[in-house]
C-alpha cells in the first residue's frame, strides 16, 4: 500500500465535498479502482491480443506457467473479499479437495502450501526414523525433505529406461536401519510400482512418492498416485497443474488424511491440544480458487502439451545422437518435460548444444544435473560415490530438458528442432 492508512489521501484533502471522506475510505476506493482496472485488462488477456503474445525475438523458456482467462478468477476473488475466509481450510480449500479427489481418481487429498511441505509432513506423518531409500536423479527437495526430517538419504541408482529409482537396486541398499523408500516419479514416467511395493513388503519398509511430476499420470488404468503410502504433488507454477505455489498429499486413509490435516495447521489437534510437531502448511484460499479456475483448463492444456511432444518426437526421429524418452505403453502420460538424451554419436556435447540453443534465446534445462548426492550436503554420504550412481551419473551429463508447455508456438517447436539438427 502506498498511503499508510492512518495518512490522509493526497486526493481526499483537495476534495470540494461537503463531508470529507474518512482518508482510510479514500484510501480504499482508490485500491478498488485499481483493482478494478487491473481485472478489466481480462478480455484483452484472454484473446492473447496483449499480455500473453510471443514475438519471435522473446526467449523462450523450458516452460512458461499456465494461466487461465483473468475474468474467470474475479468472480473467485470477490468471494473471498465478501466472505473474509483467507485461510484454514476455507471454502475454496475443501471444494478444491474434492475436486482434486474426483479428477485425479484417488481416496484423499490433503491441500499443502507447496510439495516441499508436505514432504517433511508426509515422512512425519509415517514416523519414519534412520535411513531412507531415494534417488540422486531429482530435484534437491526430495533430499532436503528428508535431511530437514533428520533422515539419512541413502542414494540408490536408476534403471536406464525410465531414469526412476532402480528396483533391482534396492535391496541392496537395506540396512536394519532402514524405514522407508522414496522414489520419484521422474519427468511423470511412472516407476515399477509393482516391484517397489513388493520390497517395501518384505521388508515392513514404507513408501512414499515424490510424485510432484506426475498430476494427472495413470499407470494400469488408475492414477499412479493411489501406489505406495504417500504420493506428494506439486502445485509450483513451472508444474503441469499450478496453483501459483502449492502441494498435496494423497493417501487412502481417512485418519491418516486427518493426521495430515493436523499437522499442516502446526500439530494442532482442537483449540488448547497440540499433540504433534508441525508446522504451517496450509493452502490459501487464494491459491486454492485459483486451482479451481485452473482445473476447468486441465484437459486442453495437456492436450496442447501432448502436440507439443508428438511435434518434437516427429521432427527429432532420425537425428543421429539424439534420443527421446518413451513414455510406458500402458500409462497415460501428462507431458510435464520433454527430455532429451544426447549420446556420443551426437556431433557436439550436450553442454555444447545447450550453450548453442541459449545463443538463439531458447533455454533448456539441465534436468537433473548436478544429481543431488553431488551437492555439498550430500557428497559425503557413502552412498553418493559417482561410481556407484553409473546410470544416474550418465543421464545427468546428457539429458537436456527442452521448452514444453500448452501454448508454445509449433513454430518455435521447428526452430528448436532444427537447431539440434544442425547444431
Ligand atoms: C518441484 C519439485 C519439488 C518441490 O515442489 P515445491 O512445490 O516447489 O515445493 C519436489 N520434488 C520434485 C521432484 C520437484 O520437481
Redo the contacts with the bound molecule.
Sequence with gaps: MRTAPLDPAPEAKSLPRPERELPVQATLRRLEQEFARVLDTAPETASGAALGAESAADPVYVTRPFLPPLEEFEPLLRQIWQTRILTNGGPFHRELEARLRHHLGVPQVALFN??????IMALRALDLTGEVITTPY??V??SH?LLWSGLTPVFVDIDPVTLNLDPARIEAAITPRTSAILP?H?YGRPCDVEAIGAIADRHGLKVIY?A??AFGVDHGGVSVLNHGDLS?L???A??VFNTF???AIVCADPAMKDRIDKLKNFGHDGETSVPDVGLNGKMSELNAALGLVQLRHIGTALAQRRAVDAAYREGLQGIPGIRCLDFPGESAANYAYFPILVGPDYPIGRDALYDALKRDGIHPRRYFHPLISDFPMYRTLPSARREDLPVASAAADRVLCLPIYPDLDPAIVARIVRRIARP
Design positions: 507447496n510439495a516441499t511441505t508436505a514432504l531429482s530435484f527437495a526430495t525433505a520419484v521422474c515424490d510432484a511430476h506428494v506439486s502445485f509450483h513451472t508444474k505455489e502449492g502441494g
